[in-house]
């Protein structure tokens, strides 16, 4: 009898440490094996093999046909449960399906790969530049412009990595965005792309990590964060696309960011890293100056059709005149999209609130709808006539009458998407218009309609901020922003860095080379500085002006942060314990900043209440050590991308 330890695959195995199991045969390390766990079998990888233990063990079930995941995937998860505190059984699951079933295993046959980069269109000077300054490893931050043609320069160093035997890694942040850069990169590759993303089903994420796992030829494998942890063997190349996105952090234990690991990853292959973004993270460049990093910088049209940039119009949206027909939309963006549509183009209209309205009150007494469980306001969606909570997602009836004085006059103000779609078409009447955010049925989302979105067989494009993330729409003739500065009034210190990215990014959908364009920006605060350095693309007078910012007040990247939250019962329970644990904080001698406590963001969910304390150390291992005193029921997120 053999015995192994096993990484066990399970969320319920809050662990630390691999398991112990008996084998009947010998069995290497990476192997992917099936064992029990309490009542349940589930998956697990074996580390390596170890002397008889002096307590009785289980029997692993079986050994899977699969080949040996390889010891660069053991080394990242190695280090993934240093860098990342979180169960074992937590960390271990990124990296196998829920199930491996022999059927799928056994149909898997290899692709006939053909070459097919010859449809590919010829690189343009600065492209040829930018390939020329990467080196052979290493993380490179592109810094590249929207249209000027990053994904081809991807395509290219894919190529290369090819013609080494290596195998390639592309991340998006939006699992909407994999359809546009899938059909790009099976024009170079064909067979050899496949997609990896967490909301595939259960049956397609099993048929394409066996695909990958068992393939003998290098494969390209595109999608979301979750595709890092595909079974390749060699990896040349990693791609972190819109690589400031806050998509690419995640949400739940492993609070993993996708560049961090990425970067790891990288450096045991041996790989090439491009950090891809036409509004890097700041944090990025600076990390990428001081360490003499590759700085790669794009800023020419890769498109030489409509060489200019596209028209820009500022609207006041406290001008009132501006909006004759509807306090939503000014006349001035309704005859720029009359004109669009006249013209056979497509409209792009982005506002970043979801719903029909997100405020709810009494006209008479004041009363406020909100969530029972989390006191937070509900919003209205009309098409439904329901009212909901976007945290907790608590679902009512909407109401005629307030329940506190019995008025009729319900008021709903402050528009969402859904309002928007309906004044639209309103206005609109003849137009095909699409609605995409994250209330849309799977059969809604963008990544089924893609098609139709970028042939241009949609009007009026109308959405939240999937929409400004590298979407390359050739129909698309303007872009309408409806309120520029939602993002601006978060209480956060990144707010206005976000909202640089944001508008930056959705006015980047137009003036691609594609066709002249314009768009048409609304705002309450036309001479805000932050809009200007957008308008002009002044990027690097808003990156040092930021980076003065969070050295004065102390954030990232000037230290490492930790995000940690009590929630108890009471509000008294929960300011207690707070306060009790940031006293003692204060007293270990560790070189920290406590700030805190104070309520959270959403200060009241699902019935209990949650305050936070946010520590600050110029030394990361400080706040691993700080991760290890946390009492019991306290949550933490390690390099948070918001303090919220």
């Not at 609070?255 to 491009?274: P, T, W």
């Not at 608590?394 to 969402?416: E, L, V, Y």
Request: charged share 20%; with cysteine; glycine share 4%.
């Amino acid at each position: 009898m053999n015995y192994v330890e096993v990484l066990v695959a399970s969320a319920t195995y809050h662990g630390q440490e691999a398991l112990t199991y008996a084998s009947p045969e010998l069995l290497q390390a990476g192997t992917i094996v099936a064992v029990p766990l309490r009542t349940v079998e589930v998956l697990g990888i074996v580390r390596q093999q170890v002397q008889k233990p002096p307590f009785k063990v289980k029997s692993l079930v079986r050994a899977l046909p699969v080949r040996p995941l390889s010891p660069h995937s053991l080394s990242l998860i190695a280090w993934m449960q240093n860098y990342y505190p979180a169960p074992l059984g937590v960390i271990v699951q990124q990296w196998l399906p829920k199930k491996l079933l022999d059927k799928y295993i056994t149909r898997w046959a290899p692709p006939t790969y053909q070459d097919v980069s010859a449809l590919l269109p010829q690189l343009t000077q600065e492209q040829h530049e930018a390939l020329a300054m990467v080196e052979p490893t290493g993380i490179h931050l592109l810094h590249g412009e929207t249209g000027t043609g990053k994904t081809r320069v991807y395509i290219e160093l894919a190529k290369q990595a090819l013609a080494q035997g290596h195998s390639s890694i592309i991340l998006t942040p939006e699992i909407g965005l994999t359809s546009q850069l899938a059909d790009d990169f099976r024009a170079a590759f064909g067979e050899r792309v496949i997609v990896m993303h967490s909301q595939l089903t259960d049956v397609e994420r099993q048929k394409a990590w066996i695909a990958v796992n068992q393939s003998d030829e290098p494969r390209i494998v595109i999608g979301a964060r979750s595709a890092l942890f595909s079974p390749l063997k060699k990896i040349g190349l990693i791609v972190v696309d819109e690589a400031h996105e806050t998509a690419y952090k995640q949400d739940q234990a492993p609070h993993y960011h996708a560049s961090r690991v990425a970067s790891k990853l990288g450096a045991l292959h041996r790989a090439i890293v491009v950090l891809g973004s036409a509004t890097p993270l700041v944090t990025d460049y600076f990390l990428a100056e001081h360490k003499k990093r590759p700085i790669i910088r794009m800023q020419r049209l890769a498109r030489g059709e409509h060489p200019l940039p596209a028209e820009v119009t500022v609207v006041d949206l406290k001008d009132h005149q501006q909006f004759p027909r509807t306090p939503y939309i000014s006349a001035t963006l309704v005859r720029a999209i009359e004109q669009t549509l006249a013209q056979g183009e497509q409209v792009l209209l982005f506002l970043n609130r979801r719903g029909t309205a997100r405020v709810i009150f009494c006209e008479q007494c004041g009363w406020q709808a909100t969530c029972p469980h989390c006191d937070l306001p509900l919003v209205y969606h009309g098409d439904d006539h329901s009212m909901r909570c976007h945290t907790c997602s608590h679902r009512q009836h909407a109401i005629a009458s307030c329940p506190s004085c019995n008025n009729p006059s319900i008021i709903f103000k402050s528009i969402g998407t859904k309002a928007l779609a309906e004044i639209t078409t309103t206005l609109f009447p003849s137009a095909k218009i699409q609605r995409f955010d994250t209330d849309n049925r799977r059969s809604e989302r963008i990544e089924e309609h893609f098609e139709a979105v970028r042939s241009g067989k949609i009007d009026i494009i109308i959405g939240t901020q999937t929409l400004a993330k590298g979407l390359d729409l050739p129909h698309l003739g303007l872009v309408g922003v409806i309120i520029a500065d939602t993002s601006l009034s978060i209480p956060d210190y990144n707010a206005e860095e976000r909202t640089y990215q944001l508008l930056s990014q959705v006015l980047g959908r137009v003036g691609r080379g594609h066709r002249a364009s314009r768009a048409v920006v609304q705002t309450y605060n036309p001479k805000s500085q932050i809009l200007k350095a957008v308008l002009t693309k002044d990027w690097q007078h808003f990156y040092e002006n930021e980076l003065h910012e969070r050295a004065h007040f102390l954030f990232p990247p000037f230290c490492y942060v930790l995000k940690t939250a009590c929630r108890r019962a009471t509000l008294k329970a929960t300011i207690a314990a707070t306060e009790r644990f940031a006293e003692e904080l204060r007293h270990t001698g560790l070189k920290i900043r406590v700030e805190g406590p104070a309520p959270s963001f959403h200060e009241k969910v699902q019935n209990k209440y949650q305050w936070q304390l946010i520590i600050k150390s110029k030394q990361r291992d400080t706040l691993l050590d700080v991760i290890t005193m946390l009492p019991s029921g306290w949550t933490y997120d390690i390099d948070p991308m918001n303090l919220l």
